[in-house]
């Protein structure tokens, strides 16, 4: 079984007469645990798992333009006079959807990313419940619909790459780009009301600015994307497509830079795994979600 506990609930949980802390302190780091419980503490979680993805973006454009500049940058449409036009940057799609290798490190980051990704939109599916009035739950299943469905639209444009199955890739990152956007509203939104009337702690009212910040970033820069992309569509200018790269690559890590807010939210909550935790406990009143 899988749970979340706060540092102090975990030593409520774990400190009886059988396990005590190894010191006197008694921190969280000193507190023995039984051999089948290990413990994650989700701001070191997070770290990790967001890690994979921007890991796997940086090593993709890069391995691509150092494997075949020409190839990464190549656009097929030709300008008025019927001369090619050049471009000095690749998007995350011809970076993953034209070489192997990258398309592979992707990929493979991406889906063991997905998992704990789910886990963290059902942290927060309770986190918003716990703390926002009864009439906007249905506000709060929204946000985390939405945040299911940019997990699966990114899983599918990496797994299926545009040159595999066009159709499907775009469907995919339509999926992806109007969900993200709509979770991080919903997101903000549900946070902003908590925050009415409540005590706000320093690392909550960060993360809620922070949020904020790329929200507005993300929406301006997915206007200017679509905007710069149908202008190279259409008129085929030099340095049009690069420009285009360079905002997709803006969008990409604010979106990362938005769930690394989780870090904040979370802090203090440290994620436990119990491999031999029965299914019906009787000491579950603190736990915030379990798998």
Request: charged share 15%.
């Amino acid at each position: 079984m899988i749970y979340t506990l706060t540092e102090e609930d975990l030593k409520e949980e774990f400190l009886d007469d059988s396990f005590h802390p190894s010191s006197s302190s008694g921190s969280l780091r000193s507190l023995r645990l039984p051999w089948h419980v290990f413990r994650i503490p989700f701001r070191h979680a997070i770290r990790v798992v967001l890690a994979l993805p921007l890991g796997a973006f940086i090593f993709a454009i890069l391995w691509a333009m150092y494997t075949d500049y020409d190839r990464a940058v190549n656009v097929l449409c030709a300008n008025e006079d019927g001369r090619k036009i050049r471009n000095y940057l690749p998007s995350l799609s011809a970076a993953i959807g034209d070489f192997p290798v990258s398309r592979a490190v992707w990929t493979t980051c991406v889906v063991l990313h997905a998992p704990p990704r789910f886990l963290f939109g059902s942290m927060y599916l309770q986190y918003f419940e716990s703390i926002v009035p009864s009439s906007m739950q249905s506000w709060v299943f929204a946000a985390w619909i939405s945040s299911v469905l940019e997990l699966l639209g990114l899983v599918g444009l990496s797994i299926i790459t545009s040159g595999q199955n066009l159709p499907f890739h775009a469907f995919c990152f339509a999926i992806f780009l109007i969900f993200s956007e709509l979770y991080m509203l919903l997101q903000c939104y549900l946070q902003s009301k908590m925050t009415k009337g409540q005590a706000v702690t320093g690392v909550e009212a960060k993360s809620l600015k922070i949020k904020k910040c790329l929200t507005k970033l993300i929406i301006v820069c997915t206007v200017m994307l679509f905007i710069v992309y149908f202008r190279h569509e259409a008129k085929c200018e030099q340095g049009m497509y690069t420009i285009f790269a360079f905002i997709e690559y803006v969008v990409i890590l604010a979106n990362m830079g938005f769930h690394v807010c989780a870090y904040w939210d979370f802090y203090d909550r440290v994620i436990v795994i119990d491999i031999l935790r029965p299914l019906m406990s009787p000491n579950t009143k603190n736990l915030s979600w379990d798998f």
